[in-house]
T-cell receptor, first 113, second 112 residues
């Protein structure tokens, strides 16, 4: 079945540091890929998405590129802020059927001033 | 504001009690889902619906029931609460999954 693997957290960075959170996936078809963000005490929010190979999703300074050859969708940001502290979830959905979403286990990011 | 509304935000139940977690969306989304979030386990799908009158089981359906009588509402019923059901529950809806899901703010449930 489908699966998503994220790097273990927590990740602690200083403000203005470069961020990479790794995500790899296993899927039988041609999935769409997502990053969601969860701030403390809140639900998940869609951060960015990509629906086909080589697509780049971007939002709020975050970027991720759909790499079919390496089955990866790594999240990057050039300069993190304290306000980026949150849990980040990588996810995929297949094209067919119910379009069930498969989530990774989440990576907690803490940015210190 | 448009979105997914969950009630209550917090609930404490005694073992064996039943309750209903409410979920409503005003975006005319066909797809709705219930997830539970537990530390270190990400989100696990409990039940889902692809439209009014149509529901199906997800990964962890035991101990939960759902119904979908309208497009807007998708309540989750705990039949006889157990401590293992202590968790944070999220409802989510989508026009189509490839566009991403909109999540509610969650219900934190404790079963003692």
């Amino acid at each position: 079945g489908d699966s998503v693997t994220q790097m273990e957290g927590p990740v602690t960075l200083s403000e203005e540091a470069f961020l990479t959170i790794n995500c790899t996936y296993t899927a039988t078809g041609y999935p769409s890929l997502f990053w969601y963000v969860q701030y403390p005490g809140e639900g998940l929010q869609l951060l960015l998405k990509a629906t086909k190979a080589d697509d780049k999703g971007s939002n709020k300074g975050f970027e991720a590129t759909y790499r079919k050859e390496t089955t990866s969708f790594h999240l990057e940001k050039g300069s993190v802020q304290v306000s980026d502290s949150a849990v980040y979830f990588c996810a995929l959905t297949e094209e067919a059927g119910y379009q069930k979403v498969t989530f990774g286990t989440g990576t907690k990011l803490q940015v210190i001033p | 504001n448009a979105g997914v509304t969950q009630t209550p935000k917090f609930q404490v139940l005694k073992t064996g009690q039943s309750m209903t977690l409410q979920c409503a969306q005003d975006m005319n989304h066909e797809y709705m889902s219930w997830y539970r979030q537990d530390p270190g386990m990400g989100l696990r799908l409990i039940h889902y619906s692809v439209g009014a009158g149509i529901t199906d089981q997800g990964e962890v359906p035991n101990g939960y029931n759902v119904s979908r009588s309208t497009t807007e509402d998708f309540p989750l019923r705990l039949l006889s609460a157990a401590p293992s059901q202590t968790s944070v529950y999220f409802c989510a809806s989508s026009y189509e999954a490839i566009y991403g899901y909109t999540f509610g703010s969650g219900t934190r449930l404790t079963v003692v």
